[in-house]
């Protein structure tokens, strides 16, 4: 029987991580991959077959700006067919090629950002004032006075912490940027509980540790873990290394918010706020460790509704269920 493909006739044999950054790593080869970006980009669908517009090599090499021939054909070369894709009228990006420069565009900003300020929202667990900032492609809300919510595994007084490309700043202001950097944040916990890498859809290795000494006194962080909070999870992609390490109760309530945002369309994503979530994971969630097999249950109250999920020390999703909260049903 034969087999579809997107591009009949072209032989693709693996390419290992090495020879692909040897390959890209090259400045006129991404140039390349730049300018062939450029020519796509206006192209409404990420097309998989050929059948797109492509760059007739004599423009592509003018724009490249590189009268050597010779030299110009070994670049070219050297993407094809990973990156780069020949067809009879001329040359055109690969899914991997596209992939390639939407990364670089995605941690591209538009210059000098002024986005750092202080938010009209208190720290949920002091009162103190609260400050978002942008850094080295980092979203973080931070406390001006306390701790925050994560001891000694983030910097001092982070509350929420969520990595986040430049350019998704450019159209946002702070609370948008905040809302969607925790909407991304809730369906990345959601991957990973999933076993998903969201990166290079790798499968997820994971591992639970607990504090069995755990003592959190006068709102400092444990002395033997130095966290306030005595279950974590290690979650990370087993290829390409895309990981997390948070407390069990931050990825249950990721998973609860990103079910109930993606379960209710009608819900903007800008609700619940940072602030909510942090008041949310503190008030409203209870959590159990029992042993011998290692099963931490945490229950989670949302609006109306009780999740309650039961984990194993793989972060294995054993139970999952969710029922009407008891004191609000209408008889
Ligand atoms: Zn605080
Ligand atoms: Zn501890
Ligand atoms: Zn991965």
Same mark, same amino acid.
């Given at each position: ?226 966290? /306030?909070?005595? =279950? ?5 992609? #087993? !290829?390409?290394? +895309?990981?997390?390490? @948070?407390?069990? %109760? *931050? ?41 011998? /097999?290692?099963? =931490? ?5 949302? #609006? !109306?509704?009780? +999740?309650?999920?039961? @984990?194993?020390? %793989? *972060? ?16």
């Amino acid at each position: 029987m034969g087999q579809t493909r997107f591009t009949p006739d072209l032989e693709l044999n693996e390419l290992s991580p090495d020879e692909a950054f040897a390959t890209l790593g090259n400045e006129i080869r991404l140039d390349i991959i730049r300018v062939l970006w450029r020519a796509g980009a206006t192209y409404e669908y990420d097309d998989g077959s050929d059948a797109v517009e492509t760059v007739p090599y004599s423009e592509l090499q003018t724009e490249i700006d590189i009268d050597d021939n010779g030299k110009f054909n070994y670049h070219l070369s050297k993407l094809a067919p990973h990156f780069v894709r020949r067809t009879d009228d001329g040359y055109r990006l690969s899914s991997a090629g596209k992939q390639i420069a939407r990364t670089v565009i995605a941690v591209s900003g538009t210059g000098r950002l002024d986005f750092s300020r202080e938010l009209d929202e208190s720290c949920p667990l002091c009162g103190a004032a609260v400050a978002v900032t942008y850094e080295d492609q980092w979203l973080r809300v931070r406390c001006t006075e306390c701790y925050g919510l994560f001891g000694d595994q983030a910097p001092a007084g982070t509350l929420f912490l969520t990595n986040y490309p430049a350019a998704g700043l450019t159209t946002r202001d702070s609370e948008q940027a905040l809302a969607t950097g925790l909407y991304r944040c809730a369906l990345d916990i959601t991957y990973l509980m999933y076993g998903i890498c969201r990166e290079c859809a790798g499968q997820i290795s994971s591992s639970v540790t607990v504090c069995d000494v755990h003592k959190v006194k006068n709102g400092q962080p444990c002395d033997t873990c130095g966290t /306030p909070f005595p =279950v974590w999870a290690d979650m990370k992609c #087993d !290829t390409c290394g +895309f990981a997390k390490r @948070l407390p069990v %109760e *931050m990825f249950a309530t990721g998973l609860v918010l990103a079910t109930e945002l993606t379960g209710n369309p009608e819900l903007d994503i800008d609700s619940p706020a940072v602030d909510e979530a942090i008041e949310l994971l503190q008030n409203s969630v209870e959590t159990d460790v029992s042993t011998k /097999p290692l099963r =931490v249950s945490l229950s989670i109250e949302v #609006d !109306t509704t009780v +999740f309650t999920l039961t @984990l194993d020390d %793989e *972060m294995n999703i054993v139970e999952f269920d969710r029922e009407p909260r008891t004191d609000t049903v209408v008889s």
